[in-house]
């Protein structure tokens, strides 16, 4: 069993950032690819930022590209999302997603889930 923990989430202006933490443990950390996804009220979940176990590869959804960063410390047992430029439409229950060794962008085909932390983006 892997448990993540999921904090950093609040209320914050449109233009402004913050950065989500996501602290796992259980099972070895890096054999764990790792993956945040997001849920607006009355949407359905989706994608948006994916890291591979070493942290070399990164992939990003379009809406989010070039704003937020995606980053891991093994060491630490924890994955990152620092989100910059945030928007209105960025707002919902961000959650953590873990699987064993290939990331994924299908939310279904992740093994371990944190309990999400609200993120609001006021205009």
């Known amino acids: 069993q892997v448990q993540l923990v999921e904090s950093g989430g609040g209320l914050v202006q449109a233009g402004g950032s913050l950065r989500l933490s996501c602290l796992a443990s259980?099972?070895?950390?890096?054999?764990?690819?790792m993956a945040w996804f997001r849920q607006a009220p009355g949407k359905e979940r989706e994608f948006v930022a994916a890291?591979?176990?070493?942290?070399?590869?990164?992939r990003y959804a379009d809406s989010v590209k070039g704003r937020f960063t995606i980053s891991r410390d093994n060491a630490k047992n924890t994955v990152y999302l620092q989100k910059d430029s945030l928007k209105p439409e960025d707002t919902g229950v961000y959650y953590c997603?873990?699987?064993?060794?290939?990331?994924?962008?299908?939310?279904?085909?992740?093994?371990?889930w944190g309990q999400g932390t609200q993120v609001t983006v006021s205009s």
């Open positions: 259980g099972r070895t950390f890096s054999n764990y690819a």
């Open positions: 997603a873990a699987r064993p060794w290939e990331y994924s962008t299908n939310w279904y085909s992740h093994n371990y």
């Open positions: 890291i591979s176990r070493s942290g070399g590869t990164t």
